[in-house]
């Protein structure tokens, strides 16, 4: 697929229809202009020459009414380019938004979050600048340059070739600036994402700025980030300003080469005053739309960069999708065709699995691990920091693929189901409690979106979080602010909990999600998971031995593999590491 086909793949058809009559409506407005300077001509050698005044009158008026549909026509193609590249831009974001939805977190850590926020908006906006552009002025410069450098000719064609020998020097100038500007531009385009960066990270992390009173540090960071768009900017822009100044230059010097050459011809009975006014106005048509051409071409520096940046998105494939459809027997021993489209239990069996972020085996994060999990278990994972005990259950939904080794959930290799079903059987609560704009039971409604009120509150009074929600003068309607802004941290913990369960998932887990409660709250939650989920597969990743020690069974990781495995009892007489935590905390108690 070209790269064309790839910007404007899915544009609606009444937006098609607007691209397509913005350049008409621009043909139209050029023929009209095309025809006014013969016109104005016939005025001056007839009329004026032979002081018929009436004639004057007649072509005067048709003059207008001409300039009138000009008018018309250009307003035209000006709303119908606008409609034609807002709806492109709507398209393209679209497009682009929907395809990062597809990736994997190893597609997303290829673009840093802020180059795909630069690329939605920024490098989109240049492109539906250039669109906009480019189906008026694409159409309407070289439609004038070529009816104006035709009827020029018509007039006189010694005179015109003053435009065969400017077009050439001015094409060659205008290669060569495209050619050193676009490198310029693409470096712009990085500092661009540079300063994204740095707001987003000052934004989310603004409380800890404010703490720190790092505020006047952010304040020098941003101002280089702001001052290193503003030199690149100045760098890349600088070459193509030189466009303009040059395209004066040259029409001012043809216009006084017509005009020299012109009067002597007038002088010699060669050609008359209309023809000469005429052609000067021709002259002024094609310059006119050399220059117009010059502004397309410095868009498409511009844009060119944008186009590359966006394509990359488009173009990437995403790391992990669902399998090919083939034909298969399902869960319950029928024939279908596609991939596994239900997770059967909760059952979690890893086999020499070993995995590394950039896909180097010299340099894996888990290393030949080997579990099994029965469904309905309490499971506890503990260790270190960076012992990798994320990056282990982030296996099971296929957040990542395994490096070698499988994963099989319900007896059946996490990568013959279909990605969907998968993920719909696994909910997860991660370390970061992510809340949205909206209200808590929007939020709730992440996990069921036809969920009742009945449901929302049981998988809240599991979660610990009904009292607290109905202690709001709005209960669940109360709104949450962005990203839950006026929540506890325990509070959003505990929101995130009801919203995974009212997925009633085959496997809940919970990775140091009850971090921010208290140990009497988290106790609460563990037992109300037992007993309302005794058939889901429950893992809960954490720091504290107290969240753990009444688990079925108590996996201990360190530097990416299985230590130790057992229950409370057995690893603190069989783990050191286990014992270890168990006895720091304790004497802290």
């Known amino acids: 697929m070209s790269t064309v086909s790839k910007l404007i793949s899915g544009l609606e058809k009444k937006y098609r229809v607007f691209s397509v009559l913005s350049p008409i409506s621009m043909i139209g407005e050029v023929v009209m202009e095309t025809v006014i300077p013969l016109l104005m001509a016939k005025i001056i050698d007839n009329g004026i020459a032979n002081k018929d005044i009436s004639y004057v009158l007649r072509m005067g008026l048709l003059m207008v009414a001409l300039s009138l549909i000009s008018l018309a026509f250009g307003a035209l193609g000006g709303v119908f380019a606008a409609q034609g590249a807002t709806g492109f831009s709507r398209n393209l974001r679209r497009n682009v938004f929907a395809k990062i939805q597809t990736f994997s977190f190893g597609n997303i850590d290829r673009f840093s979050t802020s180059s795909l926020v630069t690329r939605l908006t920024t490098d989109i906006t240049n492109l539906q600048n250039t669109y906009q552009m480019v189906v008026r002025m694409c159409f309407r410069a070289p439609f004038m340059l070529i009816s104006g450098t035709i009827m020029a000719c018509l007039i006189n064609l010694k005179l015109a070739t003053v435009f065969f020998i400017a077009i050439p020097f001015l094409g060659l100038f205008l290669f ?23 707001v987003q990270e000052n934004l989310n992390a603004i409380r800890v700025v404010k703490s720190y009173v790092r505020g006047k540090h952010e304040n020098e960071k941003f101002s280089n980030a702001a001052d290193a768009v503003r030199k690149a900017q100045v760098f890349a822009e600088k070459l193509v300003v030189l466009t303009l100044p040059l395209m004066q230059l040259v029409m001012y010097a043809c216009i006084i080469v017509v005009l020299w050459f012109g009067g002597r011809m007038i002088a010699f009975g060669d050609m008359q005053t209309g023809e000469l006014i005429s052609f000067i106005t021709y002259i002024g048509q094609i310059l006119m739309s050399l220059m117009m051409l010059s502004m397309v071409f410095i868009m498409l520096v511009l844009s060119r960069t944008s186009i590359g940046r966006v394509v990359e998105v488009l173009d990437e494939k995403p790391e992990i999708t669902s399998p090919e459809p083939i034909s298969m027997i399902d869960a319950d021993g029928k024939s279908v065709k596609g991939a596994f489209n239900r997770v059967p239990n909760g059952s979690i069996d890893f086999k020499d699995v070993s995995f590394s972020y950039h896909k180097d085996p010299s340099n894996c994060v888990l290393n030949d691990v080997n579990l099994h999990i029965e469904s309905g278990q309490m499971v506890g994972i503990i260790g270190g920091t960076g012992a990798s005990k994320s990056t282990l259950v982030s296996m099971i939904p296929r957040l990542y693929d395994v490096l070698s080794g499988t994963v099989s959930v319900g007896g059946i290799d996490v990568r013959k189901y279909d990605l969907k079903a998968l993920r719909d059987g696994v909910a997860m609560v991660l370390q970061k409690n992510v809340l949205f704009s909206g209200t808590i039971k929007d939020n709730l409604r992440w996990g069921d979106e036809n969920a009742g009120d009945a449901e929302i ?3 809240c009074r599991a979660a610990d979080a009904y009292e607290f929600v109905s202690s709001f ?14 929540l506890s941290g325990g509070q959003k913990q505990r929101l995130c909990i009801a919203r995974a369960l009212l997925k009633k998932p ?19 939650i563990r037992s109300a998971l037992r007993s309302s989920l005794p058939e889901t597969t429950k893992i809960i990743i954490a720091q504290r031995i107290n969240s753990v020690q009444d688990a079925d069974v108590i996996f201990v990781m360190d530097n990416g593999r299985i230590d130790g495995v057992g229950t409370h009892e057995q690893l603190l007489e069989s783990n050191a590491i286990y014992r270890e935590v168990y006895e720091s905390q304790q004497s802290k108690n």
């Not at 809940?508 to 609460?524: G, K, N, Q, Y």
């Open 506 to 524: 085959k496997i809940l887990i919970l990775d140091d999600s009850t971090s921010a409660v208290d140990t009497a709250t988290d106790a609460r």
């Open 457 to 459: 509150i049981e998988a």
């Open 176 to 198: 060569l600036i495209g050619r050193n500007a676009f490198p310029r531009f693409n470096r712009m385009m990085k500092q661009y994402d540079h300063l994204n960066n740095t």
């Open 473 to 486: 003068p709005d209960g669940f309607e109360t709104d949450l602010g962005q990203g839950g802004v006026n």
